[in-house]
């Protein structure tokens, strides 16, 4: 069954540096996808990028970039240059090839951009 | 505007009291899901739609149904509300594909008393 796991409940970064936000996942289908969503405080869902387990290299869009280990399943996000609006939840998400159907969440981190 | 709709926003009810949660999409999208959104637990799916007239469960079912009479279309039904359906509930959908990114309704504040 797949399962995607966030450890870090809440994070703290000082404006203008760079911030890594954790994923690990698990499933036994050796094709799937991996994204990162962020939901602000006004509560909608927003898509911010995505890895296939088959890319050759970690995805990135704008200040967003996916540090993907697929040996260790793990793919973090990695936010540069933080901006006060950064500050929102963010979760991790999976969908495999062989049941695209389903979609599995981590259950989030809390991420605080300080001034 | 490419968008998910759902509809209402907001609704405090009291159990057992029938309601259903609306949710229409205008991009053509083969799939659709339904997800619950409870503090600490992340998002749960409850129910997905991979066609018309094609429905799955998702990871929390019970006390939950769906249907898919028409692509656009995909509400979301409590027959017998409980207390413990008081949640953020959030409509989806995307194209199928594992590599397909899901568009979110605004989402549907729900308290059963």
């Known amino acids: 069954a797949q399962k995607i796991t966030q450890t870090q409940p809440g994070m703290f970064v000082q404006e203008k540096e760079a911030v890594t936000l954790d994923c690990t996942y698990d499933?036994?289908?050796?094709?799937?996808?991996l994204f990162w969503y962020k939901q602000p405080s006004s509560g909608e869902m927003i898509f911010l990028i995505y890895?296939?387990?088959?890319?050759?290299q970690n995805a990135t869009e704008g200040r967003y970039s996916l540090n993907f280990q697929k040996a260790r399943k793990s793919a973090n996000l990695v936010i540069s240059a933080s901006q006060l609006g950064d500050s929102a939840m963010y979760f991790c998400?999976?969908?495999?090839?062989?049941?695209?159907?389903?979609?599995?969440f981590g259950d989030g981190t809390t991420l605080t951009v300080k001034p | 505007e490419a968008q998910v709709t759902q509809n209402p926003r907001y609704l405090i009810t009291v159990t057992g009291k029938k309601l259903t949660v609306t949710c229409s999409q205008n991009?053509?999208?083969?799939?659709m899901s339904w997800y619950r959104q409870d503090p600490g637990l992340g998002l749960r799916q409850i129910y997905y739609?991979?066609?018309?007239?094609?429905?799955d469960k998702g990871d929390v079912p019970e006390g939950y149904k769906v249907s898919r009479k028409e692509k656009r279309n995909f509400p979301l039904i409590l027959e017998s509300p409980s207390p413990n359906q008081t949640s953020l509930y959030f409509c989806?959908?995307?194209?199928?594909?594992?590599?397909?990114?899901?568009?979110f309704g605004d989402g549907t504040r729900l308290s059963i008393l």
């Open positions: 991009m053509n999208h083969e799939y």
């Open positions: 998400a999976m969908r495999e090839r062989t049941n695209a159907g389903k979609s599995t």
């Open positions: 989806a959908s995307s194209l199928y594909g594992s590599n397909q990114p899901q568009h």
């Open positions: 499933t036994s289908d050796p094709s799937y996808g």
């Open positions: 739609s991979m066609n018309v007239e094609v429905t």
């Open positions: 890895q296939g387990s088959y890319d050759q």
